[in-house]
């Protein structure tokens, strides 16, 4: 199993990102998907997921009407669209699969989004 980000990088505050998770060795069909970040020196957080028991859709508050998550399980795969960034969104972005959004069991290798002017 392969989860490969893309579409980190720098970015102005205010500007918009939308990254990409492209899945390997398993069907989004059956698997929650979900977001995570890591800022520098703080804990690894959850920013959004999409659960496979429903279809229902978390975000924590800070991504709440900024950030949307997506699946496009035709193509296998995820996306984080990032709109409205602040310098305090500077993170290592992670995308995961598993049975639970909360305890992922795939991890991708990690894309790195810098909001600075």
């Known amino acids: 199993v392969q989860l490969v980000e893309s579409g980190g990088g720098l970015v102005q505050p205010g500007g918009s990102l939308r990254l990409s998770c492209a899945v390997s060795?398993?069907?989004?069909?059956?698997?929650?998907v979900a977001w995570f970040r890591q800022a520098p020196g703080k804990e690894r957080e959850t920013v959004s997921c999409?659960?496979?028991?429903?279809?229902?859709?978390y975000s924590a508050s800070f991504a709440k009407g900024r950030f949307i998550i997506s699946s496009d399980n035709a193509k296998n795969t995820m996306y984080l669209q990032m709109n409205s960034l602040k310098p305090e969104d500077t993170a290592v972005y992670y995308c995961?699969?598993?049975?639970?959004?909360?305890?992922?069991?795939?991890w991708g290798q990690g894309t790195l989004v810098t909001v600075s002017s």
């Open positions: 999409i659960s496979s028991i429903d279809g229902s859709t």
């Open positions: 995961t699969a598993g049975e639970l959004c909360s305890d992922p069991d795939y």
């Open positions: 060795g398993l069907s989004l069909d059956y698997y929650s």
